[in-house]
T-cell receptor, first 114, second 112 residues
Framework: AQSVTQPDIHITVSEGASLELRCNYS??????LFWYVQSPGQGLQLLLK??????LVQGIKGFEAEFKRSQSSFNLRKPSVHWSDAAEYFCAVVPYINDYKLSFGAGTTVTVRA | DTGVSQDPRHKITKRGQNVTFRCDPI?????LYWYRQTLGQGPEFLTYFQNEAQLEKSRLLSDRFSAERPKGSFSTLEIQRTEQGDSAMYLC??????????FGPGTRLTVL
């Protein structure tokens, strides 16, 4: 079945430490790829997106993600985490060029400790 | 334009009642989407409009659910005869063609 997998349900990281969130997808073609963040009581905010081109994409709030076709992965990274990065993070894909529906992973909750 | 807005933000209702939610998209966006998010899960696609035309409905959208987008502007999502299993966050998003979707804050529905 076609799916988006975020293997880590919950990650705890110290403030100032690096963060990496994993995302794998299983679709035949290279989909459009997105990372969204959701803070409590807030809607989903787009961090970054990959459509084509350079496989390392920069986003807002100091986040970056790397698309690896051979591993069907689109992992999110941040070199130094701030307390305000505590939130839930969702990887999402639009499977085909002419499609429009976002398919989301189950999300990873990030806790930042002082 | 401040983004996608949704109303109400919270709705508590009794089982069997009807509820209606409203979404106001970003004004120049011709695409509008509804998603449902349950606790501990990512959002799931419900339905999609291009202008006023509803082009796709998910199998998640039972006959008790209906969505409209008159005149291609705001959209409403109605749930008839609510059930406890309908309790969720209902998210609306809008976009231009082949572009990122911008999400509203959501309407949290609790069915007692």
């Amino acid at each position: 079945a076609q799916s988006v997998t975020q293997p880590d349900i919950h990650i705890t990281v110290s403030e100032g430490a690096s963060l990496e969130l994993r995302c794998n997808y299983s679709y035949g073609a290279t989909p459009y790829l997105f990372w969204y963040v959701q803070s409590p009581g807030q809607g989903l905010q787009l961090l970054l997106k990959y459509f084509s081109g350079d496989t390392l994409v920069q986003g807002i709030k100091g986040f970056e993600a790397e698309f690896k076709r051979s591993q069907s992965s689109f992992n999110l990274r941040k070199p130094s985490v701030h307390w305000s990065d505590a939130a839930e993070y969702f990887c999402a894909v639009v499977p085909y060029i002419n499609d429009y529906k976002l398919s989301f992973g189950a999300g990873t909750t990030v806790t930042v400790r002082a | 334009d401040t983004g996608v807005s949704q109303d109400p933000r919270h709705k508590i209702t009794k089982r069997g009642q009807n509820v209606t939610f409203r979404c106001d998209p970003i004004s120049e966006h011709n695409r509008l989407y509804w998603y449902r998010q349950t606790l501990g899960q990512g959002p799931e696609f419900l339905t999609y409009f291009q202008n006023e035309a509803q082009l796709e409905k998910s199998r998640l959208l039972s006959d008790r659910f209906s969505a409209e987008r008159p005149k291609g502007s705001f959209s409403t999502l109605e749930i008839q005869r609510t059930e406890q299993g309908d309790s969720a966050m209902y998210l609306c998003a809008s976009s231009l063609p082949v572009d990122e979707q911008f999400f509203g804050p959501g309407t949290r529905l609790t069915v007692l």
